[in-house]
């Protein structure tokens, strides 16, 4: 309650509890460029496109400056900040297929798209190839710039035509359709990999899946591959028989040692023996009484020229 008189209109003046300093005015020329920094990446977000670029997993990033072209030097997978003057087209260095078959779930393009090659007798094959293969992440950039993304249309495919078709003309059919076609793959593997390695791709396989070859001559190869399977099982089978048969030589060559080496054994023995008795005639009616003894007799007789009875009972 405010009693008369005791009032003062006139507010006491207080000290404040924490003095107000005045703000430097260099900080606030800074935080008039940093907003007037802000406003202008802003307008530029909004011309060009924004400032932050995601790069996937397996990717990279390569960048384009609107005023000075493709820049050295790729963006990692992760978040990235560019000017917005800077554009970012994004790269898969994974591996990749490129595929060119007769079946039409398989091939890239639209269309009968299956390899036509020469022999070396002059014979017309048709191969259905899968090329498996990955960019090299520090030549991407190279890549953008002298290919573009349409990169396996403008290179890849054709070196796998060229190349193909000139490791064929070096083969037979019989070569490319038979046990050598994972060798014949290894060949075309090798000059694919060289014509590409120097525009920054890496050929990691290749694949014949399937080789078409005219009718009278894949039958003509059928039969002679079966013929050569014919002929490997029957070598096969002489080389079973001819070990069974060399296993029972040497299996009655050791019965026969054994033989030999038990008759010889045996007639050392009575070698021995006779010189034995020669040397003491009474040997033998030793070893004759040791022989019966044991036994359920209750005489024994030793030959007669001796004339003695033994009682065994005693």
């Avoid at 060949?187 to 078409?212: C, F, H, P, S, Y």
């Avoid at 399977?229 to 001819?242: C, D, G, L, T, Y």
């Avoid at 209750?298 to 007669?304: A, E, F, L, S």
Wanted: charge should be negative.
């Amino acid at each position: 309650m405010v009693v008369e008189g005791e009032w003062d209109p006139v507010p006491s003046k207080r000290t404040p509890d924490f003095p107000i300093k005045e703000i430097p005015p260099i900080v606030g020329k800074i935080s008039r460029l940093i907003g007037v920094g802000f406003i202008i990446l802003i307008i530029f977000s909004v011309m060009f496109g924004s400032i932050f670029v995601s790069v996937g997993a397996g990717e990279v990033g390569v960048k384009f400056n609107q005023f000075g072209g493709v820049e050295e030097g790729e963006l990692g997978e992760g978040l990235h900040i560019v000017p917005p003057w800077v554009s970012v087209t994004k790269y898969s260095v994974r591996s990749e297929t490129y595929t060119m078959s007769g079946v039409e779930d398989e091939r890239m393009t639209a269309g009968e798209d299956q390899i036509k090659a020469l022999t070396a007798e002059g014979l017309t094959v048709g191969l259905d190839i899968t090329v498996r293969y990955r960019l090299i992440p520090d030549e991407v950039s190279t890549v953008h710039q002298t290919l573009g993304t349409n990169y396996a249309e403008k290179i890849i495919r054709p070196t796998i035509r060229s190349s193909i078709r000139e490791v064929v003309s070096t083969k037979t059919a019989l070569e490319v359709y038979g046990e050598q076609r994972e060798a014949v793959a290894g060949e075309m593997l090798t000059n694919i990999a060289t014509a590409l390695q120097k525009d920054g791709i890496v050929v990691e396989e290749v694949l014949v899946r399937n080789v078409v070859l005219p009718t009278r001559v894949a039958e003509a190869i059928e039969a002679k591959l079966q013929a050569d399977q014919e002929a490997q099982r029957m070598i096969f089978v002489k080389q079973k028989e001819q070990l069974e048969a060399e296993r029972k030589i040497i299996e009655a060559n050791g019965v026969a040692n054994a033989t030999i080496a038990e008759a010889l054994g045996e007639a050392e023995a009575l070698r021995i023996i006779n010189e034995q008795l020669a040397k003491n005639p009474n040997l033998i009616n030793y070893k004759y009484i040791q022989m019966l003894q044991g036994q359920e007799i209750q005489t024994m007789i030793v030959p007669t020229d001796q004339g003695i009875i033994l009682d065994a009972s005693k």
